[in-house]
Structures are given as C-alpha cells and as structure tokens.
Nanobody
Framework: QLQLVESGGGLVQPGDSLQLSCAASGFAFDGYPIGWFRQAPGKGREGVSYIEHDGTGTDYADSVKGRFTISRDNAKNTVYLQMNSLKPEDTGVYYC?????????????????WGQGTQVTVSS
C-alpha cells in the first residue's frame, strides 16, 4: 500500500528552525519527484518546494527561497525539508506529495499521492 508520512512539525518561535521528514513506502520512491505544500488556516494549498526523483533539481516558492532547503535520501525512502529563520507566515499544515509526470510543480493537481500532513506553528 502506497504511503507518505510526514513528521517533524511543531510549535516554534520566529527565527527558529525545524526539519520536516516525508517517509515513503509501498512504491518505487526513487522514480518519483516529490513536492512539499502547505496550507494556512482559511487559505488554499501552496507549493513550497520540489525535488526531482534523483535529487538533481530543486525549486522553491519565492517566499521561502534562502530559508528552506529540500533534500532526499532514496536509500531511506525519505525527503527532508529543512526550514530555517521561520516566520509566523510559515504557519500551516505541511504536506508532501508524489507525482509520476511533469507539469507545474507548484500546482497541487499535478500530484498523485499525498501524506496526511504535519502542523507547523510559528508564534511568539
């Protein structure tokens, strides 16, 4: 059974760091690009970051460039999102998603499989 499980969320103060993990099982993980999305209360899902199946290409939303870093370890079937210098506007539920084919990475409709999400709250 295909599964994506996010972890690592929590409550932190502005300026702090968090590392999210997305653990995959039940499919050929190393063949799938992975995206991270977030959804703030009352808002739609927003593309945050993206990594190609082999890790050779990455991309970021303008709002997180220079602060977030995406990486993957295909031997561990895991994708990571290192989040530094967190801001209150980074608050939301963070999801990882896998897709088989191309298209705009930041469009959630391009993804086939989703995790259940992990809550990140940035507040003083």
């Amino acid at each position: 059974q295909l599964q994506l499980v996010e972890s690592g969320g929590g409550l932190v103060q502005p300026g702090d760091s968090l590392q999210l993990s997305c653990a995959a099982s039940g499919f050929a993980f190393d063949g799938y690009p992975i995206g991270w999305f977030r959804q703030a209360p009352g808002k739609g899902r927003e593309g945050v970051s993206y990594i190609e199946h082999d890790g050779t290409g990455t991309d970021y939303a303008d709002s997180v460039k220079g602060r977030f870093t995406i990486s993957r370890d295909n031997a561990k079937n895991t994708v990571y999102l290192q989040m530094n210098s967190l801001k209150p506007e980074d608050t939301g539920v963070y999801y990882c998603a896998a897709r088989a084919y191309g298209g705009d990475w930041y469009q959630d409709g391009e993804y086939d499989y989703w995790g259940q999400g992990t809550q990140v709250t940035v507040s003083s």
